[in-house]
């Protein structure tokens, strides 16, 4: 998993597999998700309004840069970053920021990966989804 520069992309790609695995390092595992900025992608029309809204509602949100520049995605969009401290219910939020009208994505991957390769110090651990649900 990267950083949501081409989220909506990887997205897509997710939801048309047979099976996820992804590989991450250690910083991706969290049990309560929150302490990095998550990513929504926006279109370009109407964004500075849409982060005052988002800013209303308690996300904290800024502009990705690029040096000077706003960052843009794979699909021609900027990424907001909202700084939210603990995202207790990642599903509610998706929903809810998904509401918002020019948002286009979020970098909230709910309930996708099937299996999870983490690489922990000098150590592997395979998170496999379906044992998982069944303990």
Do not use: M
């Not at 996300?59 to 970053?81: E, H, M, Q, S």
């Amino acid at each position: 998993k990267g950083g949501g520069g081409a989220l909506l992309y990887e997205k897509i790609i997710a939801s048309n597999s047979k099976k996820n695995i992804w590989i991450v390092d250690s910083t991706k595992l969290v049990k309560t998700l929150g302490k990095f900025p998550l990513p929504v992608e926006v279109v370009q029309f109407g964004s500075t309004h849409l982060c005052v809204k988002l800013e209303s509602k308690g996300y904290k949100p800024t502009f990705r840069l690029t040096g000077a520049t706003r960052f843009i995605t794979d699909n021609n969009n900027y990424l907001v970053d909202l700084r939210i401290e603990k995202i207790e219910d990642p599903v509610g939020l998706d929903t809810k920021l998904k509401k918002f009208a020019g948002v286009v994505e979020t970098g909230l991957f709910c309930n996708v990966a099937d299996i999870v390769i983490a690489g922990i110090g000098n150590k592997v651990e395979v998170i496999n989804k379906k044992k998982r649900e069944q303990t």
